[in-house]
C-alpha cells in the first residue's frame, strides 16, 4: 500500500512574505529600468541621425551627390521628429551655378533636389529646436551651409571646444532639474537645464561626425 507523504503547503503568512518581497524589489527595480529604457531609446535615435549625416556625407565624397542635405523637422504634433537627408545631381548644380543664383541650403520639398528622400527616419525624441532645420555638405566643403533653426544655432561647449554644428537629442518628455517639464512644453530640449539621457551629433563642414553623451555635467565621447 502507498505510504501515507506529509505534504505541507505554504502557509498564508508566508505567501504574504513573499509577495511583499517582490513588491519591494519590483519598486526598486522599475526606476531602473525605464531609466534604462528611455536611455536605449534617445541612444538609439542618435545612434540613427548620426550615421545619416555621416552616410549622406560620404555620397558626397564618393560623387554621389555633389550637394547634400541633412534636415530635421516636426511632425504629429510634438510627438515625432522626422529627419531627412536629400541629394543633388551634378546636372541641377550646374544649372544653379551656371545661371547666376547663389546655391543655398533651404528647405524645400521639390525642385533642386533630385532625390527627394535618401533616407528618412521618425522617432518620438525631444531635440533643441523648436522648428525645422537644415545642414548641407559638399565634397570640399565650399558649399557647406546651413538654414532654419541651424542658421543660429547656439554654441555649446563640447569637451572644451566650442561649437555650433551640431543637434541635441534627448528623452521627449525633458524635465528641468525641479522635476518640472522644461517650459511646460513637450518635445524639446533645454540646454541649459538639461538632463538625462541625452545625446549630442556633432559634425564638422568637411562631413567630420561624432556622437557624445550627456553625462550631468559635460558632454563625453560616446
Not at 77 to 96: A, C, E, R, Y
Not at 144 to 157: H, I, K, R, V
Not at 173 to 180: C, T
Not at 196 to 202: I, M, Q
Request: one cysteine or more; glycine letters at 10%; charged letters at 20%.
Amino acid at each position: 500500500m502507498p505510504q501515507k507523504q506529509d505534504i505541507k503547503g505554504f502557509s498564508l503568512l508566508e505567501l504574504l512574505v513573499v509577495v511583499v518581497i517582490v513588491a519591494v524589489i519590483s519598486a526598486v527595480g522599475y526606476p531602473n529600468f525605464m531609466d534604462w529604457r528611455k536611455d536605449r531609446e534617445v541612444r538609439a535615435a542618435a545612434q540613427k541621425i548620426a550615421s545619416m549625416v555621416s552616410g549622406i556625407v560620404a555620397q558626397t565624397q564618393r560623387g554621389s551627390f555633389p550637394y547634400a542635405q541633412f534636415t530635421f523637422g516636426i511632425t504629429d504634433g510634438v510627438d515625432k521628429k522626422i529627419f531627412k537627408t536629400k541629394g543633388m545631381s551634378q546636372k541641377s548644380l550646374g544649372t544653379i551655378l551656371n545661371a547666376g543664383n547663389t546655391l543655398n541650403c533651404d528647405i524645400v520639398n521639390s525642385g533642386v533636389w533630385d532625390n527627394h528622400e535618401v533616407h528618412v527616419y521618425e522617432a518620438e525624441v525631444a531635440i533643441h529646436k523648436d522648428n525645422s532645420g537644415a545642414v548641407c555638405f559638399s565634397k570640399d566643403g565650399s558649399h557647406y551651409g546651413t538654414s532654419g533653426s541651424l542658421a543660429s544655432n547656439p554654441n555649446a561647449n563640447i569637451r572644451g571646444t566650442i561649437s555650433d554644428t551640431y543637434i541635441v537629442i534627448c528623452d521627449l518628455n525633458q524635465y528641468d532639474i525641479n522635476g518640472i517639464q522644461q517650459n511646460g512644453v513637450k518635445g524639446e530640449c533645454k540646454l541649459s537645464s538639461l538632463q538625462k539621457p541625452a545625446y549630442l551629433v556633432e559634425w564638422s563642414r568637411f562631413g567630420g561626425t561624432n556622437l557624445y553623451q550627456w553625462n550631468g555635467n559635460a558632454w563625453s565621447i560616446k
